[in-house]
C-alpha cells in the first residue's frame, strides 16, 4: 500500500483531500497531521512513499518541514509542498529540483497534476 503523510493547518482541506484520495485511490493509505510541530514526529517515523506539505502554516513553514525531511532521509523527490500562492510565487521560492512538485492547492489545473502523482503512487502500489 502506498503511503501518504498530508500535512497542513487547515482541517477542512486535509479531510476533503484525504477523502479524495481514499474514494480515488484505494491502494493509497493517507495520514494527515494539522499540527506541523507533530508533522516532526510523524516525519521522524518514516516509512512514507510521498508526503503533501502545506507552505505556510502557524509556528514552523512548510520549507523548513521539506528541509527536515530530507535530512531525515526522505528523498525531494518524493515531496510536494502545497501553497494557495500562485505559480510564479512558489517556483521563484522553491525552484526546479528543490522537491518533486510546488502546486497551488486551490487551482483546479494544479488537481491534475495531483492526480497524476497519486495514480503513480497507486500502479506502484499495486506491484
Given at each position: 500500500?502506498?503511503k501518504?503523510?498530508?500535512i497542513d ?7 476533503f483531500l ?10 493509497l493509505h493517507v495520514e494527515?497531521?494539522n499540527?506541523?510541530l ?17 507552505l505556510e ?5 512548510g520549507?523548513?518541514?521539506l ?7 526522505m528523498?525531494k ?6 501553497s ?7 517556483h521563484t521560492?522553491?525552484p526546479m529540483?528543490?522537491c518533486?512538485?510546488?502546486l497551488?492547492?486551490f ?5 491534475s497534476?495531483?492526480?497524476m502523482?497519486?495514480s503513480?503512487?497507486?500502479k506502484?502500489?499495486a506491484?
Open positions: 500500500m502506498g501518504i503523510l498530508l493547518d487547515d482541517q477542512g482541506f486535509t479531510d484525504s477523502q479524495y484520495i481514499n474514494e480515488n485511490y484505494p491502494l494527515t497531521c499540527n506541523p507533530a508533522g516532526l514526529q510523524k516525519i521522524r517515523s518514516g516509512g512514507y512513499d510521498l508526503m503533501l506539505i502545506d502554516m502557524p509556528s514552523m513553514d520549507l523548513k518541514l528541509d527536515y525531511a530530507t535530512g531525515s532521509g528523498d523527490n518524493r515531496i510536494v509542498i502545497l494557495g500562492r500562485d505559480a510564479d510565487f512558489l521560492l522553491c529540483g528543490t518533486l512538485a510546488v497551488n492547492k487551482e483546479a489545473r494544479q488537481k497534476v495531483l492526480d502523482i497519486f503513480s503512487l497507486q506502484k502500489a506491484a
